[in-house]
């Protein structure tokens, strides 16, 4: 039971972020969101319990659920909820289709492995901001 409620706080906790984030980036500028990340992110990290593996199942089933979560939401809730883990890096990267369209990819990597956002051609994204 203790497992279950712990995962349901964790769900609420996300869930609010990632309306928060969505709200924030929606008024401000890209800089001052970058600010606002490395600013707030204690805030969502006071529970030491999370457990990495569960809160990547619970963001990629909220990423299912709602319409306007995407791959730069779900790499920003999972920065900003394990802001002091160093090894978890936020990337985001940009690549042209063979018919010249722009792309963007916001992605997680932990010790060089994608936690969060592997699509089949990564590898053509040029990396343009990690933090």
Not at 46 to 63: A, E
């Amino acid at each position: 039971m203790k497992i279950l409620v712990l995962s349901f706080f964790t769900l609420l906790k996300i869930i609010l972020l990632s309306f928060i984030l969505k709200i924030f980036i929606s008024l401000v500028k890209f800089d001052s969101y970058i600010k606002f990340s490395s600013s707030y992110s204690v805030f969502f990290s006071k529970n030491k319990k999370m457990n990495l593996n569960k809160t990547l199942k619970i963001i990629n089933f909220c990423s299912r659920v709602f319409p306007f979560w995407n791959c730069f939401i779900s790499s920003s809730v999972l920065k900003k909820i394990y802001p002091n883990c160093s090894d978890l890096e936020f990337y985001i990267g940009v690549t042209r289709s063979e018919h010249g369209e722009f792309y963007s990819h916001a992605w997680v990597e932990k010790n060089g492995n994608i936690l969060l956002g592997e699509i089949k051609n990564i590898n053509s994204f040029k990396k343009i901001l990690k933090y």
